[in-house]
């Protein structure tokens, strides 16, 4: 089986002008690990993809190519994610709040 998701990280590490082996060190990681993944040999375990998605400067569902529609958010979530995205002066204490912040 291949894995989709290297084609993505390979376009989105080319897009930010990286090499594999650049992408490896902001990620911690291999540059054949890197290599891997780009040819679908294998997959990045699920921790690291905030890693990835961090060092590509890339969202999680542009990476992973998973999109929520409008209908499958309330009206509330749509204005927090809107909030979120214009203030960015508090982003990281509401990532911390919620307990998604880098450790």
């Given amino acids: 089986m291949k894995y989709e998701i290297g084609g993505r990280i390979r376009f989105f590490r080319k897009k930010s002008g990286l090499t594999q082996e650049q992408l490896a060190q902001k ?3 291999t540059k054949n690990r ?12 699920a921790d690291i993809i905030g890693k990835i998605c961090r060092a590509l400067n890339v969202s999680p569902s542009s990476l992973l190519d998973v999109h929520l529609s409008d209908e499958e958010l309330t009206p509330h979530e749509k204005e ?14 509401v990532d911390i709040l919620l307990g998604i912040a880098d450790k």
């Fill in 34 to 45: 890197v290599s891997n993944w780009e040819q679908g040999i294998n997959r990045p375990d």
């Fill in 80 to 93: 927090v994610i809107t909030a979120y995205r214009e203030k960015t002066d508090v982003q990281n204490a």
């Fill in 27 to 29: 990620i911690d990681v």
